[in-house]
């Protein structure tokens, strides 16, 4: 049965997990305005319009094209749907991106089918993007590849005593929690952002509610599926 109350917490797995996430969201912000992140950060980037364009299709709509911009930017071109709810769907679709990585990553085969997952996504984009930008995150542009780098991560998992896997899933699924809530707060506060998704939202909405407003019930969402995914995945290791 699962542990709901976590009794007994925190054991030596759910102190890892913890301290993990701690660790590299203190990373994450360290290194926010770094090269370093910027792999990363395009990845989800890649996600934030993925989930656009799932929003568009299950809304019998039609996505004609997905871009990400070297500048962390991205844009989806849909065609029909259901608009009220493909608007929202990239912060929040982000946000749940990033539960699912963070969960995946307290098992070994769950963090295996998450890295098989993100790289057939990465290679399927290789043949059918349009966008320069959205091929080089995965064919390369500067020093990481990035399904290069997940066959390598593969590889030292499976064949070496380098046991890294979950560890990078679990960065990635930090990184897609932490950057939505930022991004929202940059589009919207620090830069403010007309075209942003959440002023296009207050638009469309007939209810007395600003783009702003928008993006700080969207932001709540994000930070609320971050906490679910630690509350989880502490149960899923008791």
């Known amino acids: 049965m699962p542990n709901w109350e976590l009794q007994n917490c925190c054991q030596k797995d759910q102190v ?10 203190l ?25 656009h364009a799932i929003a568009c299709i299950l809304t019998c709509g039609k996505v004609e094209g997905i871009q990400v911009h070297a500048n962390e930017g991205g ?3 849909t065609r029909g749907g259901i608009y009220w709810l493909i608007l929202p769907a990239g912060y929040l679709g982000s946000s749940f991106w990033g539960m699912l990585l963070i969960l995946a990553s307290t098992n070994l085969l769950t963090a295996r089918i998450a890295a098989g997952c993100l790289g057939l996504a990465l290679l399927i984009v290789l043949f059918i993007a349009k966008n320069w930008t959205l091929r080089g995150l995965c064919i390369g542009e500067g020093s990481i590849r990035f399904i290069a780098f997940l066959a390598i991560i593969w590889v030292l998992q499976e064949y070496t005593k380098v046991r890294i896997l979950r560890y990078v899933i679990l960065f990635i699924g930090v990184m897609n929690s932490l950057f ?8 919207l506060i620090s830069r403010r952002v007309n075209s942003s998704d959440a002023e ?7 209810c007395p509610c600003t783009g702003v407003g928008w993006g700080m019930i969207w932001g709540m969402i994000s930070f609320l599926f971050l906490c ?11």
């Open 180 to 187: 939505s809530v930022y991004d929202i707060y940059d589009d």
């Open 200 to 206: 296009k939202f207050a638009e469309l909405c007939p």
């Open 16 to 25: 890892t997990f913890l301290v993990t996430i701690g660790v590299f969201s």
């Open 75 to 77: 844009v989806t071109q």
């Open 27 to 51: 990373v994450i912000l360290a290194l926010w305005r770094t090269v370093l992140l910027t792999p990363f950060k395009l990845i989800t980037v890649f996600m934030h319009e993925a989930s």
């Open 228 to 238: 679910a995914s630690i509350y989880l995945g502490l149960v899923i290791l008791s």
